[in-house]
C-alpha cells in the first residue's frame, strides 16, 4: 500500500460547489502539506501543519480551507469553487527521521466547470 | 524573496550521455535541498536530500551536490538512459520557513 494517499484521484465539479480533498499518510510523519500545480507556475503551497494544533497558511491560501483530524489525515476544502483553481493537487508529509525529506501523495486531478 | 531557480527548462540528449542539471537559490541560509522526478500526470519522487551541512548525496547514478556559498546545487546523471525522461524538480527549504520552495525544473528527455 502507499504511504502517501489522496482522494478522490479526480474529480470534476461546477462553479460554486464546495468541495474536499483528503490525504492520508501510514509514514508517522508530523508534518503534512498541501500543493497545487499548474503548467508553467510550478508547484505552489497552500497551507502546511507541523502538528495537529498548528496550521500555516502557505503562498496561496486564499479560497482554500484546511483541517488536520488527525496526525495522519489532512483534508482541503474548496468552499466555493471556481474555475481557476482547476490543477493538480499533492498532498506531502515529512519528518525528522530524514531531516524532513518530503514525500508526495499520487495527486488529485481537479477541474472546475 | 526566496527563489528557486532551475535552468535549462528542457534538455534533450542521447542515450549514455552524461549530464548535469542547475539549480540556484537566493539566500544561502537553507535548511535542506531536495531533488525531486516527476513523470507526466503523476506524483514527485524524491531522489536525493542534501542537508545544510552537506556537500554532496549519491544514490545510484545519481549525485547532488550543493554549493551553499554560491547558491547552487547540481544533480548530475550518469550513463543517461531513456527512462530517466522526466521533469527533475529543485526544492528548497530556508531555515526560516519550514516550507519547499520549487523550481520550476527541467523537462529531461534521453533519446534512444
Known amino acids: 500500500d502507499a504511504d502517501v494517499t489522496q482522494t478522490p484521484r479526480n474529480r470534476i465539479t461546477k462553479t460554486g460547489k464546495r468541495i474536499m480533498l483528503e490525504c492520508s499518510q501510514t509514514?508517522?510523519?508530523?508534518?503534512m502539506y498541501w500543493y497545487r500545480q499548474d503548467p508553467g507556475l510550478g508547484l505552489q503551497l497552500i497551507y502546511y501543519s507541523f502538528d495537529v494544533k498548528d496550521i500555516n497558511k502557505g503562498e496561496i491560501s486564499d479560497g482554500y480551507s484546511v483541517s488536520r483530524q488527525a496526525q495522519a489525515k489532512f483534508s482541503l476544502s474548496l468552499e466555493s469553487a471556481i474555475p481557476n483553481q482547476t490543477a493538480l493537487y499533492f498532498c506531502a508529509t515529512s519528518g525528522s527521521g530524514r531531516g524532513y525529506e518530503q514525500y508526495f501523495g499520487p495527486g488529485t486531478r481537479l477541474t472546475v466547470t | 524573496k526566496q527563489e528557486v531557480t532551475q535552468i535549462p527548462a528542457a534538455l534533450s540528449v542521447p542515450e549514455g550521455e552524461n549530464l548535469v542539471l542547475n539549480c540556484s537559490f537566493t539566500?544561502?541560509?537553507?535548511?535542506?535541498l531536495q531533488w525531486f522526478r516527476q513523470d507526466p500526470g503523476k506524483g514527485l519522487t524524491s531522489l536525493l536530500l542534501i542537508q545544510s551541512s552537506q556537500r554532496e548525496q549519491t544514490s545510484g547514478r545519481l549525485n547532488a551536490s550543493l554549493d551553499k556559498s554560491s547558491g547552487r546545487s547540481t544533480l548530475y546523471i550518469a550513463a543517461s538512459q531513456p527512462g530517466d525522461s522526466a521533469t527533475y524538480l529543485c526544492a528548497v527549504e530556508w531555515r526560516s520557513q519550514g516550507n519547499l520552495i520549487f523550481g520550476k525544473g527541467t523537462k529531461l528527455s534521453v533519446k534512444p
Open positions: 539566500d544561502s541560509a537553507i535548511y535542506n
Open positions: 509514514k508517522g510523519h508530523d508534518r
